[in-house]
């Protein structure tokens, strides 16, 4: 008999839930957490606060249990001066891609803390790391990047939890990155990430603050069954009434 797909249960077991005030804390580190660049303070980050954060980082998932990842940290400022001086010629070669409207704006973000923020961390996945039994990733073998951004996703919202600012710089030329942290070929650099305390942490992303973006309105983002299925009103209804404290 071939195995089916049960529709979701009729009665609910919320045994299971964290209490509300953990629960809220979950939300509260997810809709709270900013990619920070402008705000780090000059104080040092604890060993001790670094470790849980990489602890944290540490228990994503990852395809096959493969744990993909390394954290190479990186505190010494002159390195930072050179990976600083990176992302400005990066930004120099991004920048004629920009709509011509917006490069004025371009210019005036600041898109990166390196040399500001009281460490920097690069997360990295170890492609090789599975010896030849890719256990979910035959078919795709890009599953074990997608596992490394697990990683820096835990990593950055306990950051948030801890009052720690993470900022994400991916303005940067991959094989330049390699050569300055000496990483082999068989390994990729995921994130550059800045971290550090920081002074506050912004209500919204500073790209909206700023009128780069904004938030797409979540239930024009929700298909049904297909890929452009529409439906599920009810869900979309529930969305919006959701999360009160979200709406500005
Ligand atoms: C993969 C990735 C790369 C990013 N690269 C940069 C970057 O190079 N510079 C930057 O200022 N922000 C970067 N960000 C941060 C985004 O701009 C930010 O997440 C977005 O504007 C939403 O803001 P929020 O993270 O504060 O919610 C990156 C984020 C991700 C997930």
Redesign the pocket.
């Known amino acids: 008999m071939p195995a089916t797909c049960h529709p979701a249960q009729t009665h609910q077991n919320h045994d299971k839930s964290f209490e509300h005030t953990a629960r809220e804390a979950v939300y509260h580190a997810i809709f709270g957490?900013?990619?920070v660049?402008s705000h780090f303070s000059p104080e040092p980050l604890e060993d001790a606060v670094l470790a849980r954060l990489l602890t944290a980082a540490h228990h994503a998932p990852s395809v096959g249990y493969m744990q993909p990842w390394n954290f190479i940290v990186i505190r010494d400022m002159a390195r930072r001066e050179r990976m600083r001086d990176l992302f400005f010629a990066a930004r120099e070669q991004e920048l004629p891609n920009i709509a011509a409207e917006r490069q004025a704006l371009y210019r005036k973000?600041?898109?990166?803390g390196i040399c500001e923020s009281a460490v920097n961390l690069c997360i990295t996945c170890d492609r090789s790391r599975a010896q030849n039994s890719p256990l979910g990733r035959w078919h795709n073998p890009q599953m074990d990047l997608y596992s490394t951004v697990c990683a820096v996703q835990n990593f950055w919202l306990a950051a948030r939890a801890e009052g720690v600012g993470v900022?994400?710089?991916?303005?940067l030329d991959e094989r330049a990155v390699k050569r300055e942290l000496e990483i082999p070929a068989h390994v990729a650099p995921v994130?550059y990430l800045c971290v550090g305390r920081v002074s506050q942490f912004?209500n919204r992303?500073?790209?909206?603050e700023k009128g780069w973006?904004s938030r797409l309105p979540l239930p024009g983002l929700i298909m049904s069954e297909t890929f452009g299925g529409s439906g599920e009103a009810a869900l979309k209804d529930a969305v919006l009434r959701g999360f009160p404290s979200l709406r500005s």
């Open positions: 957490r900013r990619d660049r973000l600041k898109l990166e900022g994400w710089v991916s303005i994130a912004a992303p500073d790209l909206e973006g």
